[in-house]
């Protein structure tokens, strides 16, 4: 698992996730950078899908983006704990590295889904994503590249200090 400060939509990997919402029909924040830079017929595939539930993803090609494909992941809106956020978060990420196994993929790029506007405070955010996806890697043995998109210095050193150690990159 590595970590890096870097704008998810310049990312040559096979797959990038976005923090969708549930319409799948674009939004701010990342979710209106990738649909930008991926172009109109990303809009015109999510529409065919119909929304995804909070805490579940669906998988669209890339379009314009390096990346082949976007899992489009729904994250938990924060409530102040105690409206199964942990859960949903954590469904979230296994539900994305399901997909990528299912479709091939060999490397995901993540962003710090609902720490936006969905409000996810953010250090327990990311002890949550590194949790599960350690917790996937070890129990699937899957060859695959996970990489925390960071998108500000703050989030970077938050995933460094949680990964250990500062080149913060973990094999198998
Ligand atoms: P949510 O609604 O799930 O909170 P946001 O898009 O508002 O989604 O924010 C999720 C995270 O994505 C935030 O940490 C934000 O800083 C980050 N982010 C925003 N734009 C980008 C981008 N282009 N690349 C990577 N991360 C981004």
Redo the contacts with the bound molecule.
């Keep these: 698992m590595n970590v890096i400060k ?4 310049t990312l040559q990997v096979d797959a990038i996730v976005n ?1 969708a ?1 549930s319409t799948l029909l674009g ?5 209106g ?1 990738i649909h930008l830079a991926a172009g109109p017929e990303l809009l015109q595939e999510c529409r065919a899908l119909g929304g995804c539930p909070t805490g579940e993803a669906k998988i669209t090609r890339g379009y314009n983006l390096p990346a082949k494909y976007v899992i489009h992941a729904v ?1 938990p809106i924060w409530q102040g704990g105690n409206a199964r956020e942990s859960q949903l978060l954590a469904s979230c990420y296994r539900r994305c590295l399901e997909i990528a196994m299912e479709n091939n993929v060999k490397t995901i790029a993540f ?10 405070p953010k250090e327990e955010a990311a002890e949550i994503v590194i949790a599960t996806c350690r917790d996937f890697m070890q129990k699937t043995n899957a060859a695959l590249e996970v990489t925390f ?4 210095d703050h ?1 970077l050193r938050i995933y460094r200090e949680l990964l250990g150690a500062a080149g913060a990159r973990e094999t198998g």
């Design positions: 870097a704008d998810i939509i923090a919402n939004g701010g924040g990342v979710d950078a994250g962003p710090s889904i609902s720490t936006g506007v969905y409000g996810y998109c960071c998108f500000s989030d």
